[in-house]
């Protein structure tokens, strides 16, 4: 049998590091990230080249003497996954590696990107450099690429105390007793709930109250999966209750209920808090509930 081949393991290493001259190009370029600036440098065909080298890459001319400052921020143009980082990477988490077209620049920057979530990454994506804290004019002075900022989580909480009008007034403290009160139109005769002093179709004056019954039919309705602190459970139906004699349906939740069985037409009634609880106030009703009343035919 044929023996295996000779195998001799080399390593090539500069434990002190290899030093070499940059030349006036590349050396301008890092001690500008020293001070924390990206320069490019001017063909001259008007082109500006980052990093910048010492000839046009496209006619094989030398460049002029003009650096241009570029970016900071700039454009990902093309970009590739790394989802877990070598001890040679910029960084020690997923991160991607990407072309970055820097504002007043003509040719991409290669770096590294970190979004604040792998799905955050994509081509067009806005991104400023991160420099180390000790820029020392190394390419490695910029830590990272970070997308701009687009968009912020702030806290949001609104106090504020709602007094209700003559008409509205009125309207609670009949719930507070557990009434319905509504009023109708002395001119087109439509009966509308909540009560209000003036029809919202024709203008006409509605002077008086008028009590209605706590059961209705539902004309239309959403089926909602977002918790609601007024909901018994998730899902739970919201719907719009043509209350018995009026014109006008009103907003209500529905329960006692599938979710999957309210229908259309169905026939309801208020289901009430104990009235040593009531106030002034919708919460009165914590929803309306089916009463086994043969479903109307909506027209």
């Not at 590349?26 to 020293?34: D, P």
């Not at 008086?208 to 239309?220: A, F, K, S, Y």
């Not at 529905?254 to 919460?283: F, I, K, L, Y």
């Amino acid at each position: 049998m044929p023996s295996d081949p000779l195998v001799a393991q080399h390593v090539l290493e500069f434990p002190g590091g290899y030093t070499r001259s940059t030349g006036p190009v590349v050396g301008r370029f890092l001690t500008e990230l020293r001070e924390r600036r990206i320069v490019g440098v001017r063909t001259g065909e008007g082109r500006v080249l980052v990093p910048p080298l010492e000839y046009d890459p496209a006619t094989g001319d030398p460049v002029t003497d003009e650096y241009v400052e570029v970016g900071p921020a700039g454009t990902v143009t093309t970009w590739t996954w790394v989802g877990e980082p070598l001890g040679a990477h910029p960084v020690d988490v997923p991160f991607a590696w990407a072309l970055i077209a820097l504002d007043g620049a003509d040719t991409a920057l290669v770096h590294a990107v970190v979004p604040e979530h792998p799905k955050a990454m994509r081509t067009g994506m806005r991104v400023r450099p991160v420099w180390r804290e000790r820029p020392t004019g190394h390419i490695t002075d910029i830590r990272h690429f970070a997308p701009e900022v687009t968009r912020i989580v702030s806290p949001v909480r609104a106090e504020y105390r709602l007094r209700a009008g003559g008409s509205l007034g009125v309207f609670l403290a009949g719930v507070e007793r557990g009434v319905l009160l509504g009023g109708r139109c002395e001119r087109c005769a439509k009966v509308y709930v909540p009560y209000r002093t003036f029809c919202p179709e024709c203008g006409g004056p509605i002077p008086d109250t008028l009590e209605l019954p706590d059961t209705g039919t539902i004309t239309t309705f959403a089926i909602n999966n977002l918790p609601d602190p007024r909901a018994p459970e998730v899902p739970f139906v919201s719907a719009y209750i043509l209350l018995d004699g009026a014109d006008l349906p009103m907003i209500a939740l529905v329960a006692g209920v599938p979710a999957h069985e309210v229908r259309q037409g169905m026939r309801v009634r208020a289901v009430w808090v104990p009235e040593s609880e009531r106030t002034a106030s919708m919460a009165n009703i914590r929803w309306f509930a089916p009463t086994g009343e043969p479903d109307v035919e909506l027209s």
